[in-house]
Antibody, heavy 121, light 109 residues
């Protein structure tokens, strides 16, 4: 069974840092591209970052570029999101999500349960 | 950036109803369109990929159609477990900077 389990969320002051983790199991993690997607309280979904299966290709949303860093450790079946210089508007539930490619189109087929990050003084 | 606009933003319907949700892209995205269902406090679930293909395990009462800029998600006969929020997502952008619609909340009438 495919499982993605996020951890590392919590309350942090503006300007602070936090590192999120996503532990993967039930599939060959090193073969899959991964994303982080967030959802502010009561709001819609916002893509945050993408990383290729090898970790060699990375992209960020403009809203987090220069502040967040995505990485992965395929030996540990883990995905990470280092978040620095956090702002109130970064408050959200953060989901890790696996990429599937079918019919030459990609989608997010498995998601973790999410971890809440609250940025507040 | 490609903008995705869903309509309506909310919808009230009854069990057994046929429901259609629309998603419009700000530019042509061919069939690079996915649909997700999200229930309160839960992660999104992939329903439809490539505009019209049903994800494995998803009931056949869900269907998707469209190409270019206009897309629809149809639920042929609403079941109690279908009351949720639905999001469209474009996967056309290169690099893979995806965007989601704002969501359509489907409520019980």
């Amino acid at each position: 069974e495919v499982q993605l389990v996020e951890s590392g969320g919590g309350l942090v002051q503006p300007g602070g840092s936090l590192r999120l983790s996503c532990a993967a199991s039930g599939f060959t993690f090193s073969s899959y591209e991964m994303n982080w997607v967030r959802q502010a309280p009561g709001k819609g979904l916002e893509w945050v970052s993408y990383i290729s299966s090898s970790g060699s290709t990375i992209y960020y949303a403009d809203s987090v570029k220069g502040r967040f860093t995505i990485s992965r450790d395929n030996a540990k079946n883990s995905l990470y999101l280092q978040m620095n210089s956090l702002r109130a508007e970064d408050t959200a539930v953060y989901y890790c999500a696996r990429v599937t490619v079918q019919l030459e189109r990609w989608a997010l087929d498995y998601w973790g349960q999410g971890t809440l990050v609250t940025v507040s003084s | 950036d490609i903008q995705m606009t869903q309509s309506p933003s909310s919808l009230s319907a009854s069990v057994g109803d046929r429901v259609t949700i629309t998603c419009r892209a700000s530019q042509s995205i061919s069939s690079y369109l996915n649909w997700y269902q999200q229930k309160p406090g839960k992660a999104p679930k992939l329903l439809i990929y490539a505009a019209s293909s049903l994800q494995s395990g998803v009931p056949s009462r869900f269907s998707g159609s469209g190409s270019g800029t206009d897309f629809t998600l149809t639920i042929s006969s609403l079941q109690p477990e279908d009351f949720a929020t639905y999001y469209c997502q474009q996967s056309y952008s290169t690099p893979p900077e995806t965007t989601f619609g704002q969501g359509t909340r489907l409520e019980i009438k």
